[in-house]
């Protein structure tokens, strides 16, 4: 059996979670004599993939040496946006005003409250990814370090699982910056971040990336004095700069401290207070804070694995090489999720699965760079994304032209007092091809599924023109965007031989 696991804080509902994610009494069972398909990691990828194929009737090995749901469950998506519901409560609270609402000045946040509804609705959710569920599932799970033995064989806790197919789901973890004096002082991820039962009253976040951005925002509105750090000259440096800009602008209205262009130098302690020492364009500073929240990014999970041994190359940085098919350079061993796909999303890690499940147990068909990917950061208001920006076609010399529509002029967006934001559509330069699409909306996750939809469809912004949107919804800002495409098209030569047609019409 595999080392002892412990959640912080050890209330009921992390005993729940630890019970339904790696049982304290759990015997691995006794290995099949050969399996059609040894997954490794329980995460998004590890699971859909051996759910996956159990169904379809294969014989599946599940191996995870932490916890399962991975990081999407324990420390990722379900705990982070259970505190960023609560926190759009405050926000709302903020603007009450302007809806004619009163209400006190300064509303109480009750941080442990906060918290602990988070690691309740966590647990209850883990049933769906428990031991319990894969093994009634027919899923032999084995709970501990897998590594490989050879090409076609895996050891974990002692026993040997041999396969036909394999497919290597560790995920990713958080990145360590190399900081001076940051490992002495300490700090806290998105692997531990969860676990705080008191709010800091200062929190410095080194990283502007999405993690960083939904979190700052989530502790400023709960009442803790932010800052944070971004190297770049923006926000989600990866984002569309017009998004990045306008969400600095609410961080700003919001109370939080933004540093672009910082340089973190090194950290220490002084006065039992943590200090950051950070140089940017306003020269070089100290910023006190009672925790340090790190995110910079993601590293994979690949120590261990013995990966050498089975023939499987990989990178350090960026995780196993794999072909367009998923497979690594051991043809019977693929991989799926953060362990080998940049785009580090759960549904991305889902959508990999589905891939694997195919290409590994059948006909070899199905290819990753064929997906269309969207993605969103749920900040208030959020900002996701679709396909190409503009830097991208630039840098493939694709000429596009770009349809924005703001939602200060629409009626819904006005109505609800959320016009921060826009919608907008790249199509090819005199074509009905949507290249890709960004959103910033207080519910921008939700509807960038409709410019995903009809871009994997092959349909355009005529189809969009002609799709009937409830009224009043910010939904019908994709037909109003698709209305501009439209009078784009309405050249003066063309309108001037209309004008001839309708006169002698009269």
């Given at each position: 059996?595999?080392?002892?696991?412990?959640?912080?804080?050890?209330?009921e509902h992390n005993q729940l979670l630890l019970s339904n994610v790696h049982p304290k009494d759990w015997m691995n069972p006794e290995p099949a004599s050969k399996y059609n398909l040894v997954v490794i990691g329980a995460g998004t990828a590890g699971l859909v993939t051996a759910l996956g194929a159990a169904n379809l009737g294969a014989r599946v090995a599940l191996v995870e040496r932490y916890f399962m749901g991975g990081c999407c469950l324990n420390m990722g998506c379900v705990p982070s946006k259970a505190i960023i519901r609560s926190s759009r409560v405050v926000g709302e609270i903020w603007n009450a005003a302007d809806y004619g609402v009163k209400v006190p000045e300064s509303p109480e946040v009750n941080f442990p409250q906060v918290m602990e509804r988070m690691r309740r609705l966590r647990a209850q959710i883990s049933?769906?990814?428990?031991?319990?569920?894969?093994?009634?599932?027919?899923?032999?799970?084995?709970?501990?370090?897998?590594h490989f033995k050879d090409r076609h064989t895996l050891e974990v806790e002692g026993k040997t699982l041999r396969f036909k197919k394999a497919v290597i789901a560790t995920g990713s973890r958080a990145a360590h910056p190399s900081i001076e004096g940051l490992d002495d002082v300490g700090y806290l991820t998105n692997e531990t971040v969860f676990s705080l039962t008191e709010r800091p009253e200062h929190l410095t976040v080194i990283g502007g990336g999405p993690i960083g951005c939904e979190l700052a925002q989530s502790f400023r509105r709960f009442g803790s004095r932010v800052?944070?750090?971004?190297?770049?000259?923006?926000?989600?440096?990866?984002?569309?700069?017009?998004?990045?800009?306008?969400?600095?602008?609410?961080?700003?209205?919001?109370?939080?401290?933004?540093?672009?262009?910082?340089?973190?130098?090194?950290?220490?302690?002084?006065?039992?207070?943590?200090?950051?020492?950070?140089?940017?364009?306003?020269?070089?500073?100290?910023v006190v804070a009672d925790e340090i929240l790190v995110a910079t990014g993601r590293t994979p999970n690949l120590e261990e694995l013995n990966l050498e041994?089975?023939?499987?190359?990989?990178?350090?940085?960026?995780?196993?090489?794999?072909?367009?098919?998923?497979?690594?350079?051991?043809?019977?061993?693929?991989?799926?999720?953060?362990?080998?796909?940049?785009?580090?999303?759960?549904?991305?890690?889902?959508?990999?699965?589905?891939?694997?499940?195919?290409?590994?147990?059948?006909?070899?068909?199905?290819?990753?760079?064929?997906?269309?990917?969207?993605?969103?950061?749920?900040?208030?208001?959020?900002?996701?994304?679709?396909?190409?920006?503009?830097?991208?076609?630039?840098?493939?010399?694709?000429?596009?032209?770009?349809?924005?529509?703001?939602?200060?002029?629409?009626?819904?967006?006005?109505?609800?007092?959320?016009?921060?934001?826009?919608?907008?559509?790249?199509?090819?330069?005199?074509?009905?091809?949507?290249?890709?699409?960004?959103?910033?909306?207080?519910?921008?996750?939700?509807?960038?599924?409709?410019?995903?939809?009809?871009?994997?469809?092959?349909?355009?912004?005529?189809?969009?023109?002609?799709?009937?949107?409830?009224?009043?919804?910010?939904?019908?800002?994709?037909?109003?965007?698709?209305?501009?495409?439209?009078?784009?098209?309405l050249t003066p030569f063309l309108r001037r031989l209309l004008e001839r047609w309708f006169r002698w019409k009269r």
């Open positions: 059996m595999s080392k002892k696991m412990q959640i912080l804080p050890d209330d049933d769906h990814d428990s031991v319990a569920r894969l093994k009634s599932l027919g899923v032999d799970v084995f709970l501990g370090e897998g800052t944070i750090m971004q190297r770049n000259v923006q926000f989600l440096p990866r984002e569309d700069p017009e998004a990045a800009a306008l969400l600095g602008k609410i961080f700003e209205s919001e109370g939080i401290r933004c540093i672009l262009s910082a340089n973190v130098k090194k950290v220490s302690v002084a006065n039992g207070k943590k200090q950051v020492h950070v140089f940017s364009n306003d020269g070089d500073e100290i041994t089975a023939g499987v190359e990989y990178d350090v940085r960026k995780g196993v090489v794999v072909n367009k098919y998923l497979q690594t350079t051991n043809p019977d061993i693929y991989a799926a999720g953060d362990i080998c796909f940049p785009y580090k999303f759960t549904h991305t890690a889902e959508a990999t699965a589905r891939i694997v499940v195919q290409n590994s147990l059948f006909i070899k068909s199905k290819k990753h760079n064929s997906l269309v990917i969207p993605w969103c950061t749920y900040t208030d208001p959020e900002i996701a994304h679709v396909g190409m920006y503009e830097k991208d076609a630039e840098a493939k010399n694709i000429e596009m032209d770009t349809f924005t529509r703001n939602f200060k002029d629409v009626d819904r967006a006005i109505v609800d007092g959320e016009e921060a934001g826009f919608i907008k559509i790249h199509v090819k330069k005199g074509k009905d091809k949507i290249l890709g699409a960004t959103i910033v909306a207080r519910h921008a996750g939700e509807m960038i599924s409709e410019i995903t939809l009809a871009m994997v469809a092959g349909r355009g912004l005529k189809t969009l023109v002609n799709v009937i949107h409830p009224y009043p919804t910010l939904t019908d800002a994709f037909k109003q965007v698709a209305g501009q495409y439209y009078a784009d098209k």
